[in-house]
């Protein structure tokens, strides 16, 4: 059942005129888990202004960075596939439409400032997603969702980098950026990610072997140990040879359903063993059932980034079961003892119903933002997803069009053309700040 957009905008309109209470949630009741949603998305968009007066489409404001709106609007997208809700559709669209730049590949020169191969993919993943979901094909004349994605992976392709541990994606694209020297975890996992997903839906070899590849090399340098913890990165400037081990949920679950799309393409006995293993693992970021980001929660440090990365983790644990159905045994239960901790966080604010960071406690706990409202909309809407359809492909009922050479070769000519004397001494000296930090333990790595 799909909601008509007329009664909810007639609902909306109501509930505006009181005061939101806290969220219940009954996860055994489709309705109540729609409710949940809708009021958390609703929340949630309050810190975009994207679509009003004056505001840029698909920018978040400060301190919210470029990669974090692609991965909201991807949010959005289940959000739609989860309960059938339209409400946010063309704004989505628009949005997804306004940032892809001149190539159409998502490498917008506003964002050639710290774009990194991981911003760059979030949005792809999200185009990926409106492939998969069937979400309503742009207009004519704007590239297409698939296309979108094709043009993410034949940018990010050639970046596979040969000069130095024997392959890899770098963290940043331009030489220029903070963190070029770094090969990280993230960054070869949205390439994986989205590599399996395009072999997946287009049944084209090359990205299969392009994910197959990706995977081998993240496995043989150190970034997944062999019972797959999913270490953050490590830096070219010694050859890849020392690994900062910090580990985060939204790498375990790009690993995790770039797994569960490769089984789905190949049935290769050896990516359910991944699979199952990755999903053992996985219990490090489960208190009593409930996810936590284990890293910078107790700490009380996650940063604007960090406390975004469990909506990852939910959004492709719940999308995992879709493609490897042996692992709902599994996934459900932690989804469901997670969402129904996470909304007992959602008591703040005017509407009395933003959530917090910290699910494992149980309430509000001072830290709300778009971050926050992403992940425990990602886990409630998680819990419809044995109703949900399963992702399409080419052969299943997907008419996205395919574009093999969608995308431009702006990221090369930039990285090779735009580099200063001045830039480069800039990120010389932050590698070695960098170094001398991971080589004396101390090493911890915001995103900026
Ligand atoms: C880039 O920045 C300019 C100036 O702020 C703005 O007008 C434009 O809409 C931005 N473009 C995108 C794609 O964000
Ligand atoms: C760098 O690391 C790669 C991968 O471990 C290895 O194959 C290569 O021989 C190393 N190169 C040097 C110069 O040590
Ligand atoms: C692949 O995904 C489809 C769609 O969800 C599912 O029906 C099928 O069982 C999956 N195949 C395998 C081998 O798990
Ligand atoms: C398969 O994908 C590769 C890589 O993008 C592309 O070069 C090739 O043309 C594609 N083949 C087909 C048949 O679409």
Same mark, same amino acid.
């Given at each position: 059942?799909?909601?008509?957009?007329?009664?909810?905008?007639?609902?909306?309109?109501?509930?505006?005129?009181?005061?939101?209470?806290?969220?219940?949630?009954?996860?055994?009741?489709?309705?109540?888990?729609?409710?949940?949603?809708?009021?958390?998305?609703?929340? !949630? !968009?309050?810190?975009?202004?994207?679509?009003?007066?004056?505001?840029?489409?698909?920018?978040?404001?400060? &301190?919210?960075?470029?990669?974090?709106?692609?991965?909201?609007?991807?949010?959005?997208?289940?959000?739609?596939?989860?309960?059938?809700?339209?409400?946010?559709?063309?704004? *989505?669209?628009?949005?997804? /439409?306004? /940032?892809?730049?001149?190539?159409?590949?998502?490498?917008?020169?506003?964002?050639?400032?710290?774009?990194?191969?991981?911003?760059?993919?979030?949005?792809?993943?999200?185009?990926?997603?409106?492939?998969?979901?069937?979400?309503?094909?742009?207009?004519?004349?704007?590239?297409?969702?698939?296309?979108?994605?094709?043009?993410?992976?034949?940018? /990010?392709? &050639?970046?596979?980098?040969?000069?130095?541990?024997?392959?890899?994606?770098?963290?940043?694209?331009?030489?220029?950026?903070?963190?070029?020297?770094?090969?990280?975890?993230?960054?070869?996992? @949205?390439?994986?990610?989205?590599?399996?997903?395009?072999?997946?839906?287009?049944?084209?070899?090359?990205?299969?072997?392009?994910?197959?590849?990706?995977?081998?090399? $993240?496995?043989?340098?150190?970034?997944?140990? &062999?019972?797959?913890?999913?270490?953050?990165?490590?830096?070219?400037?010694?050859?890849?040879?020392?690994?900062?081990?910090?580990?985060?949920?939204?790498?375990?679950? #790009?690993?995790?359903?770039?797994?569960?799309? !490769?089984?789905?393409?190949?049935?290769?006995?050896?990516?359910?063993?991944?699979?199952?293993?990755?999903?053992?693992?996985?219990?490090?970021?489960?208190?009593?059932? #409930?996810?936590?980001?284990?890293? @910078?929660?107790?700490?009380?440090? @996650?940063?604007?980034?960090?406390?975004?990365?469990?909506?990852? =983790?939910?959004?492709?644990?719940?999308?995992?079961?879709? *493609?490897?159905?042996?692992?709902?045994?599994?996934?459900?239960?932690? =989804?469901?003892?997670?969402?129904? /901790?996470? #909304?007992?966080?959602?008591?703040?604010?005017?509407?009395?119903? !933003? @959530?917090?960071?910290?699910?494992?406690?149980?309430?509000?706990?001072?830290?709300?933002? $778009?971050?926050?409202?992403?992940? $425990?909309?990602?886990?409630?809407?998680?819990?419809?997803?044995?109703?949900?359809? &399963?992702? $399409?492909?080419?052969?299943?009922?997907?008419?996205?069009?395919?574009?093999?050479?969608?995308?431009?070769?702006?990221?090369?000519? *930039?990285?090779?053309?735009?580099?200063?004397?001045?830039?480069?001494?800039?990120?010389?000296?932050?590698?070695?700040?960098?170094?001398?930090?991971? =080589?004396?333990?101390?090493?911890?790595?915001?995103?900026?």
């Amino acid at each position: 059942m799909r909601f008509s957009s007329l009664a909810y905008a007639a609902c909306s309109g109501l509930l505006a005129t009181t005061v939101e209470a806290a969220i219940t949630l009954d996860t055994s009741s489709t309705d109540s888990i729609k409710a949940a949603a809708s009021s958390v998305a609703k929340d !949630m !968009m309050t810190f975009y202004s994207g679509d009003k007066p004056g505001g840029t489409p698909g920018l978040l404001p400060g &301190p919210y960075f470029w990669w974090e709106a692609g991965a909201m609007f991807g949010s959005l997208i289940d959000y739609w596939y989860y309960t059938g809700d339209t409400t946010y559709n063309d704004l *989505v669209t628009t949005a997804l /439409q306004f /940032q892809v730049g001149p190539s159409a590949d998502y490498m917008p020169p506003n964002q050639t400032k710290d774009e990194g191969n991981d911003d760059q993919g979030f949005w792809g993943m999200a185009v990926l997603s409106a492939a998969e979901a069937k979400f309503p094909d742009p207009p004519s004349g704007q590239p297409g969702w698939l296309a979108l994605g094709q043009a993410v992976f034949n940018t /990010q392709a &050639p970046r596979w980098d040969t000069t130095t541990c024997n392959g890899g994606l770098r963290w940043q694209i331009f030489q220029f950026n903070n963190g070029y020297n770094y090969k990280n975890a993230i960054s070869n996992g @949205c390439f994986f990610n989205m590599a399996a997903r395009l072999g997946r839906y287009t049944g084209n070899q090359t990205y299969l072997d392009w994910a197959d590849k990706t995977w081998n090399w $993240v496995e043989a340098i150190g970034l997944a140990s &062999p019972d797959y913890h999913f270490y953050d990165g490590t830096d070219d400037t010694i050859n890849c040879t020392q690994v900062n081990h910090i580990e985060w949920t939204y790498n375990t679950g #790009v690993y995790l359903y770039g797994a569960a799309m !490769m089984w789905n393409a190949t049935q290769d006995a050896k990516w359910q063993t991944r699979i199952t293993t990755i999903l053992k693992t996985a219990s490090i970021f489960f208190v009593n059932g #409930v996810m936590k980001e284990v890293a @910078c929660e107790d700490a009380g440090n @996650c940063d604007t980034d960090q406390v975004s990365f469990k909506a990852h =983790l939910s959004r492709w644990m719940a999308a995992t079961t879709k *493609v490897a159905p042996f692992t709902a045994a599994t996934i459900l239960p932690l =989804l469901t003892s997670s969402a129904t /901790q996470a #909304v007992k966080t959602c008591t703040a604010g005017a509407s009395q119903s !933003m @959530c917090g960071e910290k699910w494992t406690t149980g309430t509000y706990d001072g830290n709300g933002g $778009v971050g926050e409202q992403m992940s $425990v909309l990602q886990v409630i809407q998680a819990n419809l997803i044995t109703g949900a359809p &399963p992702p $399409v492909t080419a052969n299943t009922g997907g008419t996205s069009k395919s574009d093999p050479s969608a995308g431009g070769s702006q990221a090369k000519t *930039v990285s090779l053309n735009a580099i200063t004397t001045s830039d480069r001494a800039g990120a010389g000296i932050l590698t070695t700040v960098i170094l001398i930090a991971m =080589l004396s333990g101390s090493w911890w790595m915001s995103r900026k």
